[in-house]
């Protein structure tokens, strides 16, 4: 059936196609439409006669925000979960540049500039700014070059006529019959004139008040020395008729400014920075005022009975010269103490200038200060340093003395040989002075070669206390323990027995005589006890085998082995009742009995100059007594019976 009704309707859409006329004519248009805005959110639409009221939607959902960031000419945009990226173009093509601007007015002026140079400082002034710049060390040396091909031999200073041979009858100038250099000689010159003192001394050299030096200091700091010499002062002194020249005999100012001079550093004590005497090149970096040049060494052109004394023991320093730590004998103290224990000091070349002296040292009148000017002296602490080894306010540097020479430029005034008749100033004490710590082991070599040593408790001294020791021994208010009452000895000054300055003291004395290597006291010391005390006769009849060694052994005791005091067993018997150190031994280098102490470690013989009457009491068994004391006891180190 279905299939029936398919076929009719296929049939029938057969005839209408078969049946289709021509297309008709175009209809009338159609009516236009207006739109009119009603203002209420609608809008009205007529189309002909039909008319539509459309109402607005409702508003959207507002977008999504954006933001933008650039790094590095890229710009990225997000928005949302929508991110863009572009990337900056490449720059355009220059504009053609613009037309010059018309000038502005003229700035002020800057303010001038000037530059000055002294001592390897140079300083720059602008205005109110300053300012300075220091050299550069200088560099080093480039190696040498290859050296030169000899040169041709030149012509014989008697040669006249270069030819080379010696002609007797033209050439043989002093008639010896010879022609050779003592042809060439010429006639005697006239004797040098040194420059006179008012070319030294005009108001363009040491005439200026203003003249100075300045040194920069390793520290960086600087320190000024004075230049000028008031002509009027220097006429005053001892040496007031003398000519610059004649002393600073490295200067010849004739023909006006000299070159720097030569300079030796030391000299003046603990002056300024330590440097070592040694250290001088023709352009050194100047590091320290503690120098002197050859003016300080001239002295015996004219003092000629002192010309022995640069080869002296003060000039020279022998024993801080020779001074090392002995490595034997360390390792053996290492051993006794259990510990490390070094014996000895090494020697070194910037410590030098403390004691090693010119003749301007003492006799050039500088400005002698403790280094340490504000503190009490060392006789306040004297006997507690040496029970305990410290006390309030005490410093080690008590003792140390500076001797200030730049003071002194404007007159070079000098102390000449009378003002050591009692050297108010202190010029020895300056060198010597130091203190007395507690006892210690000390050690020695009874014989180096064959390996023998011993040690032995003692004072341990520091530095050079003799000044100190020497006023003490007349004055028990300076020490309760060991002060005495030998005025006499501590009256004197250091040149009464070391030196001439007094006529009735001191005459075999000679300070500058001094032998400058290793010596015996006994010797060649400048003075002995018997120069003065040649007739004392001791009361006591058995002294006499002390003195001359009478004993069986043979053992002679010097004269300070009894008359020396204040030292460790002396002190401690004193403060203490008893005492288990030593004030004596046998001096391995004279075999006599000396007064022994503690210096850096090594037990040496010491002459101190505590001298005091020695207290026998009722003989060597009165245990109240000096020889008890000091040499008759148990354990003594010098064979005494006891």
């Not at 933008?68 to 355009?92: F, L, M, P, R, Y």
């Not at 540049?97 to 530059?115: F, I, L, P, R, S």
């Not at 006499?544 to 020396?564: P, Q």
């Not at 075999?591 to 040496?604: D, F, Y």
Request: include cysteine; proline fraction near 3%.
């Amino acid at each position: 059936m279905r299939f029936r009704n398919r076929c009719v309707w296929l049939a029938l859409v057969a005839v209408l196609a078969a049946c289709e006329g021509s297309a008709g004519q175009d209809g009338a248009n159609g009516a236009s439409c207006a739109v009119v805005d009603n203002d209420d959110g609608s809008k009205t639409v007529t189309c002909g006669t039909t008319t539509v009221t459309v109402h607005d939607g409702s508003d959207g959902q507002d977008g999504q925000g954006c933001t933008a960031e650039k790094i590095e000419g890229v710009t990225t945009i997000t928005c949302g979960d929508q991110v863009v990226t572009v990337t900056d173009g490449s720059n355009g093509t220059n504009g053609t540049n613009g037309v010059d601007g018309t000038n502005g007015t003229d700035g002020q002026d800057g303010a001038a500039c000037t530059v000055a140079k002294a001592d390897g400082v140079t300083t720059i002034t602008c205005g109110d700014q300053v300012v300075t710049v220091t050299d550069g060390a200088n560099g080093q040396d480039g190696t040498n070059g290859a050296n030169g091909q000899d040169g041709a031999a030149g012509v014989a200073c008697w040669d006249l006529d270069g030819d080379g041979l010696g002609d007797p009858l033209t050439e043989d100038a002093n008639g010896d019959g010879l022609v050779n250099v003592a042809d060439c000689k010429g006639a005697p010159g006239d004797p040098a004139v040194a420059a006179s003192n008012a070319l030294c001394l005009t108001a363009a050299c040491h005439g200026d008040p203003t003249l100075s030096k300045k040194i920069i200091t390793a520290s960086g700091g600087t320190e000024t020395i004075p230049l000028y010499v008031d002509e009027a002062l220097f006429a005053a002194t001892v040496h007031g008729d003398q000519k610059c020249a004649a002393c600073h005999n490295d200067i010849n100012a004739a023909g006006g400014a000299h070159a720097p001079v030569a300079k030796t550093y030391g000299g003046w004590a603990r002056f300024s920075a330590s440097q070592a005497v040694e250290a001088f090149a023709t352009h050194e970096v100047v590091r320290t005022r503690n120098y002197y040049t050859a003016a300080a060494r001239s002295c015996p052109t004219c003092h000629t009975e002192q010309g022995g004394y640069e080869y002296s023991a003060h000039a020279i320093t022998p024993k801080q010269r020779a001074a090392h730590i002995d490595a034997e004998l360390t390792a053996i103290a290492t051993t006794e103490e259990g510990k490390a224990t070094t014996i000895g000091e090494d020697y070194e070349l910037g410590n030098c200038n403390r004691c090693h002296a010119s003749c301007a040292t003492c006799h050039f009148k500088s400005m002698i200060t403790r280094k340490n000017s504000s503190a009490a002296p060392i006789t306040d602490f004297w006997d507690q340093v040496q029970a305990t080894d410290s006390a309030t306010g005490f410093n080690a540097n008590m003792s140390e003395f500076q001797m200030d020479w730049t003071t002194n430029v404007v007159s070079h005034d000098f102390r000449a040989k009378d003002y050591f008749a009692s050297d108010p100033e202190g010029v020895c004490e300056a060198c010597h002075t130091g203190f007395q710590r507690p006892a210690g082991n000390a050690y020695y070599w009874l014989d180096e070669v064959a390996g023998t040593w011993a040690k032995v408790k003692a004072t341990n001294v520091k530095r050079h206390p003799q000044a100190t020791e020497l006023a003490i021994s007349g004055d028990p208010a300076l020490s309760a323990a060991t002060g005495g009452a030998n005025t006499a000895h501590a009256a004197f000054a250091c040149a009464d027995c070391h030196g001439t300055a007094s006529s009735t003291l001191g005459a075999a004395g000679n300070i500058h005589g001094l032998p400058g290597l290793p010596y015996k006291w006994s010797d060649a010391g400048d003075v002995q006890c018997e120069s003065c005390h040649a007739d004392y006769v001791h009361a006591e009849g058995t002294v006499d085998l002390h003195v001359n060694g009478s004993f069986s052994k043979g053992t002679r005791v010097a004269c300070i082995g009894c008359h020396t005091f204040g030292l460790a067993r002396d002190f401690e018997i004193a403060t203490n009742g008893t005492s288990s150190s030593h004030e004596v031994f046998l001096d391995p280098k004279t075999g006599e009995v000396r007064p022994v102490v503690k210096k850096n470690g090594h037990a040496i013989a010491w002459y101190s100059h505590n001298w005091q009457t020695l207290n026998p009491g009722t003989g060597r068994t009165d245990p109240a007594g000096g020889c008890a004391q000091k040499c008759h006891y148990d354990g003594n180190l010098v064979g005494a019976g006891f």
